[in-house]
């Protein structure tokens, strides 16, 4: 579908509030007199202008006593008593669970470019506080409460919850579980999927049958009715660039005694460089590098060049190849092999890649000079080895033929950058590129 925004109702779809809220409403109902019982509850949700419990439980009280003179005041008071609980009795509130399973909820708002919004009726006070006690506040910074517009079945809370998205109606879906939450999204035009409560969906298979709310929400514009969890979002919110990683970059600060390195890398950029590590050659070939592999890259080294190239060499491959790794992420939606073949006049090399989360090297370049300009010749082989080992991959460098050792190092690192890049593409439809079933 493309979505890049989810929108939850927090009761019954995240929140099990069997015991909190629904049980106040019975409670609060009975210490008025009233005599409430579930499936009044549930006949109210079903018919729909039911999202304000305070409300819902006046309007029970006053329908099963009509000669009662309790005010939605006085109800919303004693309904607060029971749900928030006082100094001698906890409150109901301490008996909510979540549904959903956080790391359900980690990876759809990874796949999701503009992330998740609460849609509720609750107050911002309990929606904060759940949210807080599952350890869920990072995956929901936009909130749309009971205080910041008219409740659902009208479309604002949606509405509201697009605008601070800054996302469209035709980019989200609605999760619901109440007619309400259905009928709000089909006014602002949103998709929406109903959602079975843990006891309706229970209730449906000991009857072996369908839960009545089920065919309801259908009627009034659901695209489909997920059971308790909704862990079939997987297969409706699909994985997209933006969510293997949305920047794919990452930073790295890497300081010894030796040296002192920040390295900034971005693998879906346009060659943009900045490098200095104080060795020309080495300069010139990382520029290469990201030029050609199409990365964007700052390198930044103060090492002990007045000892030798070693250290500095050796630990900007270490930390371009953590950077790399980092920038990654999870490895998967990615090509994972590369090759490439590039000359440079006489010079011919080859390097092949795969991206196998093993360090593992095989560098033959041929190279017969001490040094070409002040990077000994020794530590070209060891630059990549170092890379390897710390990206995580298997890299193979051969040079095939020539006779320049500058056009042998070029063309090398030349095809390092278009093996990489080729590695590192996109293929939404490879999943983990691997028959064990993961790359870690």
């Known amino acids: 579908m493309g979505l890049n925004a989810l929108l939850w109702d927090m009761d019954g779809v995240l929140a099990e509030v069997s015991r909190s809220y629904r049980a106040a409403i019975l409670q609060t109902a009975a210490a008025f ?3 409430i019982t579930d499936a009044d509850v549930e006949a109210a949700k079903l018919a729909g202008d039911a999202n304000n419990d305070w409300v819902l439980t006046h309007r029970l009280v006053h329908s099963k006593l009509p000669s009662s003179k309790a005010t939605l005041e006085e109800i919303t008071s004693k309904f607060e008593e029971i ?21 359900l909820l980690v990876e759809l708002n990874r796949r999701l470019s503009k992330g998740m919004a609460i849609v509720t ?19 929901f910074p936009v909130r749309v409460c009971m205080e910041d517009c008219p409740p659902k079945p009208s479309p604002a809370p ?17 999760l619901g579980d109440t007619v309400d939450d259905i009928t709000a999204a089909v006014r602002a035009s949103v998709v929406s999927y109903g959602v079975l409560t843990p006891g309706a969906h229970a209730s449906a298979i000991l009857e072996n049958t369908t839960a009545p709310i089920e065919q309801k929400l259908l009627s009034v514009g659901a695209k489909r009715v997920l059971r308790p969890g909704c862990v079939e979002l997987l297969d409706e919110v699909l994985l997209t660039p933006n969510a293997l990683n949305a920047a794919r970059a990452a930073k790295v600060s890497r300081k010894t005694k030796e040296t002192s390195i920040d390295v900034d890398l971005n693998i879906d950029g346009n ?22 592999a199409r990365f ?9 060049t007045w000892i030798d190239d070693h250290h500095t060499t050796e630990d900007c491959g270490i930390a371009l190849g953590e950077a790399f790794d980092k ?31 093993r360090g593992c090297s095989s560098i033959d370049m041929q190279l017969q000079r001490p040094s070409v300009g002040t990077l000994s010749t020794e530590m070209i082989p060891h630059f990549f080895v170092s890379f390897a080992s710390a990206a995580r991959l298997t890299l193979h460098v051969d040079v095939l033929k020539g006779g320049n050792d500058h056009h042998k190092a070029e063309a090398s690192f030349k095809a390092f950058a278009r093996a990489l890049r ?11 590129p691997s028959t064990k079933g993961m790359l870690a």
Request: proline share 2%; aromatic share 4%.
């Open 33 to 35: 007199g009233a005599k």
């Open 83 to 103: 749900y928030q609980g006082t100094a001698a009795a906890p409150g109901l509130c301490s008996l909510e669970t979540l549904i959903t399973t956080k790391g």
């Open 121 to 139: 009726g609750r107050p911002r006070k309990d929606c904060d506080k759940f949210l807080r006690d599952h350890g869920l506040e990072s995956l």
């Open 158 to 174: 949606i509405l509201l919850a697009l605008q601070q998205l800054n996302v469209t109606a035709a980019q989200a879906a609605m």
């Open 271 to 292: 060659g943009t460089t900045e490098i200095s590590t104080g060795i020309g050659f080495l300069d010139h070939m990382l520029d290469a590098v990201a030029k050609h």
């Open 296 to 304: 964007n890259l700052v390198l930044k080294c103060k090492g002990d």
């Open 327 to 357: 920038a990654l992420g999870v490895r998967q939606g990615i090509s994972r092999f590369g090759s490439a073949l590039v000359p440079l006049d006489e010079a011919l090399a080859r390097v092949v890649v795969d991206i196998s989360s």
């Open 422 to 432: 080729q590695a590192v593409v996109l293929d939404l439809t490879a999943g983990v």
